[in-house]
């Protein structure tokens, strides 16, 4: 682990997870580990990164900064700025375009008064800028909310997963 203690803002159950995923790779390859403990954080930091908690993860992987900010920079699964709790992915890609995935994606707007890339008021919903394609195809159209997917939608399955939540 890294020689500064700034990763001991991590708590005890993010290190446990960290470890548990640095544990699945080769000595010296704990970078590896890099996405899944951005995960971790991000879930117990209300939905996004913070500097300092990239930093920590930097110092708790004993690797560069720099290698942790380009993986929370560069994936789409990653907000690097306070958002809504529940993130929100409408799939608009060419399978879900001829299933209505756009006319679902303006009925979600509508729905939640924001627009996508936007936060609700209240901080529940947070719509994600459009996805290129969420590899669900086969169950178009499909929306993911926060890492699950749910596929075959209409107006009504919308109303009644975001009802649910």
């Known amino acids: 682990m890294g020689s500064t203690d700034n990763w001991s803002q991590l708590s005890a159950h993010t290190r446990e997870e960290i470890d548990t995923w640095r544990a699945k790779f080769p000595a010296g390859r704990q970078r590896s580990a890099v996405i899944a403990a951005l995960h971790a954080v991000q879930h117990e930091n209300q939905g996004y990164l913070t500097d300092e908690l990239m930093t920590a993860v ?25 958002v809504g709790r529940h993130s929100i992915s409408m799939c608009t890609n060419i399978s879900c375009m ?36 969420l590899a669900a195809c086969t169950g178009a159209p499909m929306m993911m909310i926060d890492h699950k997917y749910y596929e075959n939608l209409t107006p009504a399955r919308i109303d009644e997963i975001l009802d649910s939540i």
């Open 98 to 133: 001829l299933c209505g995935g756009e006319q679902l994606l303006s009925y979600l707007e509508k729905k939640l008064d924001i627009k996508a890339g936007e936060s609700t008021a209240d901080g529940k919903f947070y719509l994600k800028i459009e996805e290129e394609c």
């Open 58 to 82: 930097a110092g708790y992987l004993d690797i560069p900064a720099i290698q942790v900010f380009e993986v929370g920079a560069f994936y789409s699964m990653f907000e690097t700025r306070p």
